[in-house]
Structures are given as structure tokens and as C-alpha cells.
């Protein structure tokens, strides 16, 4: 089962990148999504399709970058992924570009839907990420409306290709970078941790990571 991470810094993974092993408030969603999957490999969780091929031997790796954009994750990353055989694409991308004021929705909605269309017609599943939401305190009131205007095609072009959205927009765990980062907002330790969690209940993994909040119905199967 190959999986693979598309999308910003927000889905780089962190648990290989030193030979010591990564504290736990650094790891990211797509190293806890990877550790749920290794822990359940080899048993049966469920009928889904997905779940089931979770079951073989899962490999999971990341081609996200810090400061890649949309056209960069439906064009460049999406091209790696597709040349590696993958069965499984995690799509997280447009937070930073559409919060910074850089694009409206229409064109990286539309770069995601003909990406979304190439995965589907090679066989892959697709699990598309929301964009999370920024505090008016960090971007102005116009590009979090452009933000929810783009989560909102990403639940169109899911329904249309027959993927799969998880919703990053409701979890509150935001923080701003820095003054002069490339991008301006991410989640928080806090926030990968409920992200992981949402990503694994809708994969169907049977795995629990000690957090207490309930997330039934945060996630959402859409039919193919």
C-alpha cells in the first residue's frame, strides 16, 4: 500500500528526518497517520476498500515541501506520486497562498480538480485536507472568506471524482509564523494531533492515540 503526502510545510513528516527518535509534540498528521497505519499492517479492520489495503504492508512518505503551492502539489508532487505507483494520495494545499491574498479560489480549485482527475484515472484513492482557518487576527476578513469559498469547491471536486475530504477548517489549533516566513499560518502540535485523528477515523484505521476528543462525524465518506 503506497501512501503519499502531498502539500505544504504542514505535511512534511518529521519521524525520519533524525536518527534520534522525534518528540512527540513535533511530530506532524501525516507521521501519526503513518504510525497508526504501521501499528494496525497485517489486520483486518474493516469491508472498506481502503481500510483493507491498509492491511498490507503499508508505505508512507511525504513529498511536501515548505512553501509549495497549490500548482506545485497538483503538478510536480502529484507527478512524483503517480510515477511511484500510489494507491493512496493525501492532499493538503492552498492555506498559505490563499491567506496571504496570492490566489482566489477558482484557479487552485480548478488545479486540484484536473489533479484529482489524473489520481482517479490511474486507480488511486483521494483524500483531500481543508485548508485550516486563519484568525482574523492573522489575515484580514477577505482571505478567510477566499479560504472558505476554496474548502468549499474542495468538497465539490470530491463529490465529482468520487474522493474523500476531511475537514482541517473546524479544528481551532491555528498559530501564525513568524514575521517574514513563507508561510503564514499552520497548525499546532494540538492541531496535527486532531487532524491525524480525523485522517485515520475516515481511513477506517483502528487506532486511538490516548486524545479524548470524540470525532465521529468530523470526518465524511463521500460516494464515489
Known sequence: ????????????????????????????????????????????????????ALTR????????REGATV??????QVARALADGVDLALIMAGTH?????????????????????????????????????????????????????????LWWIARARGATVVDAWSIPHVRARPAGAVERVTLDAVGHRLLARRVIETLGVPYRDGLAEALSG???????
Request: glycine content about 4%; overall charge neutral; charged content about 30%.
Open 97 to 153: 497562498e490563499l491567506v496571504a491574498g496570492r490566489s482566489t479560489p477558482e484557479r487552485p480549485a480548478d488545479q486540484v480538480d484536473g489533479a484529482v482527475a489524473r489520481l482517479r484515472s490511474a486507480g488511486s484513492d483521494v483524500v483531500l485536507i481543508s485548508v485550516v482557518a486563519a484568525s482574523s487576527k492573522i489575515a484580514p476578513r477577505r482571505m478567510i472568506e477566499r479560504s472558505a469559498e476554496f474548502t468549499s469547491e
Open 218 to 224: 468530523a470526518a465524511s465518506r463521500l460516494p464515489g
Open 1 to 52: 500500500m503506497r501512501v503519499r503526502a502531498l502539500g505544504d510545510s504542514a505535511s512534511v513528516m518529521r519521524r525520519d528526518d533524525r536518527v534520534e527518535p522525534v518528540r512527540d509534540e513535533v511530530l506532524s498528521w501525516v507521521d501519526r497517520v503513518a504510525n497508526a497505519m504501521d501499528a494496525v499492517a497485517g489486520r483486518r479492520a474493516s469491508d472498506s476498500p481502503i481500510t483493507d
Open 71 to 76: 500548482r506545485d502539489v497538483t503538478e510536480q
Open 57 to 64: 504492508a503499508p508505505s508512507v512518505v511525504s513529498f511536501a
